[in-house]
């Protein structure tokens, strides 16, 4: 009934801002400030969008001849979008603190009223940005657990998945989209470039329970542990489709809409996985969850992996449902060979 009357109630073609205000109703703290949150991620995404539009004609194409807290070389663009996510969020007022993919330690706004944090990706896949690949911002939102007045902690950025408030990414490519969840079912905004507004273009969007595509970087095969290399082995045998951009934003995107799973397993060079939990895992576990998918680490929902350090890392396999629990039966009959 519910779904009925939310698409009965907002068009495709609904600006963001209107939706954020017409679902404000849903959130727990109906107070406005997690909506006028929602605005500030939008509005640092289409200053994003326009200078990643452009990049190759302002010289931001490249490497900068820095390294981020992981030894990564950042891109220009990474340090760009770094600074353009945290200013909009200070400038907002509604986050306390944020961290990033691109700092070691918690970034405090200076907005000690503030009730949220925020951890960030603030470009993720920005290798791809020299070849014009799409790119991505992913954000998770938490209400704050530390005293309003004071500065953040970092126990406020360690309270889990399931205690994430918001979700989302910003996905850069053919066209721009915010794709965001509060726990209620998954949209997606497309920017209008001429107007700079972002419209509901998808609305309550589900992962199909099947699908015939698998994301993995293949040049890793001989370090995969066997459960992987069985499972791919069978999506060969049923001749699906390795499609691979390099940018986790755009293979997940890409596989919500024609079914897929992605897989990024711990090899020796990531002895515990290349992607980060806090900013990369959890965002898209809590949408892919909210889309009828699943996301796990081949022992838990990848929503259920405790976390304790805000740059911890996990082994990351998200997509369509069955997908998933095919992988899964791998792991469990590589555990109880006795059953397989
Ligand atoms: P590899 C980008 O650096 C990223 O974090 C994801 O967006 C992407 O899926 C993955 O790493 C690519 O890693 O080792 O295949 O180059």
Avoid at 16 to 28: G, S, V
Avoid at 126 to 144: E, K, P, Q
């Amino acid at each position: 009934m519910k779904e009925l009357m939310d698409a009965l109630a907002l068009p495709v073609g609904t600006a963001l801002d209107r939706f954020i205000k017409r679902h404000e109703k849903e959130f727990t703290y109906a107070s406005g400030e997690l909506s006028q949150l929602l605005r500030d991620i939008a509005l640092a995404g289409k200053i994003l969008n326009r200078e990643i539009n452009r990049a190759g004609l302002i010289d931001i194409i490249g490497a900068d001849d820095e390294r981020n807290p992981h030894g990564e070389v950042q891109q220009k663009l990474d340090v760009i979008a770094n600074i353009r996510m945290i200013r909009a969020l200070t400038n907002g007022g509604e986050a306390c603190a944020v961290v990033t993919e691109e700092d070691e330690g918690i970034i405090h706004t200076g907005n000690v009223n503030g009730n949220y944090v925020v951890a960030l990706d603030p470009l993720d896949g920005s290798s791809n940005i020299d070849v014009n690949v799409s790119v991505g911002t992913i954000f998770s939102i938490y209400r704050r657990v530390s005293p309003v007045g004071t500065e953040a902690t970092l126990e406020d950025f360690l309270q889990g998945g399931r205690a994430q408030v918001a979700a989302g990414y910003i996905l850069y490519g053919s066209s721009s989209l915010l794709v965001y969840t509060t726990g209620n079912g998954v949209n997606a905004f497309t920017l209008e470039n001429s107007l700079g507004e972002f419209f509901l273009s998808h609305k309550r969007l589900k992962f199909p329970q099947l699908g015939e595509q698998y994301s993995t970087n293949e040049g890793y095969y001989n370090s995969f542990p066997t459960q992987i290399k069985s499972y791919l082995t069978n999506c060969k045998l049923k001749e699906f489709s390795n499609r691979y951009i390099g940018s986790l934003v755009a293979d997940f995107h890409r596989n919500m809409f024609k079914g897929g799973i992605y897989l990024y397993p711990q090899i020796p060079k990531y002895p515990e996985g290349k992607l980060r939990l806090l900013y990369e895992c959890y965002p898209l576990a809590f949408i892919a969850e909210q889309a009828n998918g699943m996301a796990t680490n081949g022992v838990q929902p990848t929503l259920d992996i405790p976390i304790d350090a805000i740059h911890q890392k996990c082994p990351y396999y998200v997509g369509s449902k069955d997908m998933v629990k095919n992988l899964l039966q791998n792991f469990y009959f590589a555990n109880n060979p006795q059953l397989a």
